[in-house]
């Protein structure tokens, strides 16, 4: 794992437990951040790397090019781009994949997006995360409407999360969504995850039995801490079979979760966070305040 200083201006960590990346260059490590504080509950044999931003703004600038990289990736290897977005502020840090380069740059038309949880509220409702990415995002691009797989907003909380798979298992028979061939569950290309300051991701909480779930893809909870309580999100078998995730948590209230997956820790706590573990890689996109404790 190094500590680089790299022209964003930023501090990035990159850990690879099998190969050293390519990139990496001796001379140009920083003992700025030192690889001692990390590594507490990551597992040892997966692919991840921590970046850490000045600011929103260029934390912005970068995920935009992470996702528009990716983007180009796969719909130039298979012709599609299975992405999954987050509630809360996901749409905000996306801000600039509206905008040119990014823009220009993505073939929208093969774009497939899905949410990786939703409140069970009415499309139009102030607290829809459909709503939210239309707003910020869908409406500004050219995704086939077809393409945009919202949840059935007129259906029960067990309703839309049993429609919502069968859904999903259509679009594998159709070939849309791969399987993995190690966990047998749905690969999405990549998944965009917000965290809260309590360490839950997607609707999936501390000490709720959600996050054990192994069998669903797609569960629903009714008594979700963070409002509104009805939502359905995506199990950890799917989260952790996708071939990129990207983590992105920003503000102080965060630190302490951030800390205790990232940092040292005798005894690091289980967040669910911290099950954030994909068979591809994992990329950390980190401001200064929810890496102040690191
Ligand atoms: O719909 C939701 O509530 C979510 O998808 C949720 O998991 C969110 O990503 C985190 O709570 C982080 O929210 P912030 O980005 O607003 O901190």
Redesign the pocket.
């Known amino acids: 794992m190094f500590s680089l200083i790299n022209p964003f201006n930023t501090y990035q960590t990159l850990c690879d437990s099998h190969s050293l990346p390519s990139s990496f260059h001796p001379e140009r490590a920083s003992s700025s951040l030192s690889h001692s504080h990390f590594m507490a509950s990551m597992p040892e044999t997966k692919k991840f790397a921590i970046e850490i931003f000045e600011g929103e703004d260029l934390l912005a600038d970068s995920l935009a090019k992470y996702v528009a990289d990716l983007s180009n990736k796969f719909t130039s290897e298979r012709g599609a781009f299975t992405v999954c977005?987050?509630?809360?502020?996901?749409i905000?840090?996306l801000r600039k994949l509206p905008e040119p380069p990014y823009v220009d740059s993505i073939e929208w038309s093969k774009w497939q997006v899905f949410?990786?949880?939703?409140?069970v509220v009415p499309k139009t409702h102030v607290?829809s995360?459909y709503k939210?990415a239309l707003d910020g995002l869908l409406s500004k691009v050219s995704i086939p409407p077809n393409n945009v797989y919202a949840i059935n907003d007129t259906l029960s909380a067990e309703g839309a999360a049993d429609d919502y798979e069968t859904r999903l298992r259509e679009l594998v028979s159709k070939g849309v969504i791969t399987l993995s061939p190690t966990s047998g569950f749905p690969k999405f290309d990549l998944i965009l995850?917000?965290?809260?300051?309590d360490g839950?991701?997607?609707?999936?909480f501390p000490g709720h039995p959600l996050v054990h779930e192994n069998k669903r893809w797609v569960t629903f909870i009714k008594d979700?801490p963070?409002p509104p309580p009805e939502?359905i999100?995506l199990t950890f078998p799917v989260i952790n079979s996708c071939a990129y995730a990207a983590l992105?948590?920003?503000?102080k209230?965060?630190a302490d979760s951030v800390h205790s997956v990232l940092g040292k820790s005798e005894n690091p706590v289980k967040l669910p966070v911290a099950l954030v573990s994909p068979e591809g890689e994992l990329k950390w996109f980190l401001d200064k305040d929810s890496a102040s404790k690191l």
């Open positions: 977005l987050s509630g809360g502020s996901m905000e840090y949410w990786l949880d939703e409140r607290d995360n939210l995850l917000g965290m809260g300051p839950h991701i997607a609707s999936l979700s963070k939502r999100t992105v948590v920003t503000g209230d965060e």
